[in-house]
């Protein structure tokens, strides 16, 4: 990003979702003021000096993971005190700018666990889920497609359609919608 560029935060309109707006190197090119008191708890966004080289550094060390020689992949869920925060990205076709820069490529929403749900580590621990058949249904709690899974995960169709057989059987449903309604009606 040009240093000329500034990082924008959008107020005003009330929401209970953090939004980011990231470019493609995963820096914030827009943000809410949830999301940023979100990462910046227990600080407050207007004590912090740097708030655009902060919100950078908790971006890279929070919502995203290295795996190898991939590109970083979002996290399903994190913490901020004690609070618990489940993530959803959203790919925005990218675009390079005049300048060579790339533009906006990823929306990200940050929303706030309810009392009383479980999360999608306690479904893949409940169900006794292998590591691999978690992934996938991580995937499928955020309405991607076999297809959008597969490309996700490096892994064929095919094989996305066996694992999600895999935790159907375990979770003694009989689709797929059966599989994110039963991890969301149980009980804590």
Partial sequence: MPAAQTIQCIDGATTSEGFLLLDSALRPLFFNRLA?????YPQKPDSLKDLKSFLT???????FQEQGARAPSLVSEFQS?????????YRLGTQVSGNGHGEASMAVILERFSN????LDQVGDRFHLTIREQ??????????????IA??????????KAFLRMIMVKMGVTTRSGIVGKAFTIRP
């Fill in 36 to 40: 940023a008191e979100i990462l910046a």
């Fill in 57 to 63: 550094a908790k971006i890279h060390s929070t919502l």
């Fill in 81 to 89: 005190g004690r609070r618990r925060y489940h993530c959803r990205a």
């Fill in 116 to 119: 009383g749900t479980l999360s």
């Fill in 135 to 148: 992934e996938v249904f991580k995937h499928l709690v955020v309405g991607r497609t076999t297809k959008e």
């Fill in 151 to 160: 490309t996700g995960m490096e892994i064929s169709p095919h094989t996305v």
